[in-house]
């Protein structure tokens, strides 16, 4: 066996969750045929994997939010590494985001870091509850700014 | 966290599954070759993601059985340096807080990369973030099953292939086998010491 490119290219946790929720639904439609010693580790690492992914906020994504949320981050300058970053985990407080922003005080200002909150925020989906906790909240805020 | 690997290898195919499509035949036999196992310098190999090409079939004398040589790209979990990765406390001890993510659970966080000061407390067996405010010195517990936010900060590969028959004594080579078989093939270490690090309840606003 031979590793031609250790590194081809970087995978987000949606993708791979697509990957294998299709493989899933492939191998279930196929029946129980295969013989199942061989497939055992295939197994656990799909079931374990799925698990994992299941409880970040890749489960809400869509290709299409992905490709909405990469033309929006053209604007703001960031590595691919960084990109993907806010990508599998969807930050919520400024904090988080200079975890994952390479020297974010030196090349982000502080209106910079509010407004890629906002775009994160706003282009990928988050928990449908949380969401719907917030936007009363957040309606009843803007009536005490007017 | 993941990422596309390309490989090539031969894949034998046994002449009772010939009726069966090749392509499907392939990728059963590489995910039982690769999946949920730990490539040396690559990494955890989780699936098939695609077969790139196919280059003819040959059928050797003595054996009945297709090796078929496949270029093809798999999935495979190498988190890059300084990646940030949440996951589940699974154990503390005096080496450190032992996290795992489920399908991977070789991550160690030493003890001088917790958040400091902090200290193990022997009696509950768990590490504490002794975090100082202006009221006072408040204990926070790393307990198990908690989920924390940690950054990476360096890989180990160990290269766990059969060594061969050991030479001169035979019981205390056996003793040292058996350590070595234990030896994790891919371990990661982990730092929690940067601000937003560390167990997720710490640092929510609610």
Not at chain 1, 62 to 81: C, N, Q, W, Y
Request: with cysteine.
């Amino acid at each position: 066996m031979e590793v031609k490119d250790a590194n081809a290219a970087l995978l987000s946790n949606f993708e791979v969750f697509q990957l294998l929720t299709d493989l899933k639904q492939q191998r279930k439609e196929s029946g129980k045929s295969k013989q199942s010693s061989g497939q055992q580790n295939l197994n656990t690492i799909m079931y374990e994997t799925l698990k994992y992914i299941s409880k970040t906020p890749c489960r809400y994504q869509s290709p299409e939010t992905v490709r909405d949320f990469l033309i929006t981050m053209k604007g703001h300058k960031l590595t691919k590494a960084e990109k993907l970053q806010l990508l599998n985990h969807r930050p919520v407080t400024a904090v988080e985001i200079q975890l994952m922003v390479e020297e974010s005080e030196e090349r982000l200002t502080e209106e910079q870091i509010e407004s890629l909150l906002q775009t994160v925020t706003s282009i990928l989906p988050g928990d449908p509850e949380e969401q719907q906790r917030e936007s009363p909240m957040a309606t009843e805020d803007k009536g005490d700014q007017e | 966290m993941f990422v596309l690997v390309e490989m090539t290898d031969t894949v034998r195919i046994p002449p009772w599954q010939f009726e069966r499509k090749l392509n499907e035949s392939i990728a059963e036999e590489l995910n039982k070759k690769l999946a949920n196992k730990v490539v040396y310098n690559v990494g955890l190999c989780i699936c098939l993601y695609d077969i790139t090409k196919l280059e003819d079939s040959y059928i050797f004398p003595g054996d009945g059985a297709s090796h078929t040589k496949v270029h093809f790209r798999y999935v495979v979990f190498h988190p890059f340096l300084d990646e940030i990765l949440i996951g589940e406390i699974k154990s503390c001890s005096q080496d450190g807080v032992h996290v795992s993510l489920g399908f991977f659970d070789d991550i160690v966080i030493p003890p001088e990369s917790l958040q400091q000061p902090a200290k193990f407390d022997e009696a509950e067996q768990v590490w504490v973030w002794e975090y100082e405010t202006e009221e006072g010195a408040h204990d926070l517990y790393m307990d198990i099953g908690e989920e924390i936010r940690f950054r990476v900060m360096d890989e180990t590969f160990v290269d766990t292939s059969p060594t061969g028959p050991t030479s001169a004594e035979a019981s205390t080579s056996n003793a040292t086998e058996e350590v070595q078989k234990k030896e994790a093939p891919y371990t990661l270490m982990g730092s929690i010491s940067e601000p937003g690090l560390g167990l997720l309840s710490w640092w929510t606003n609610n």
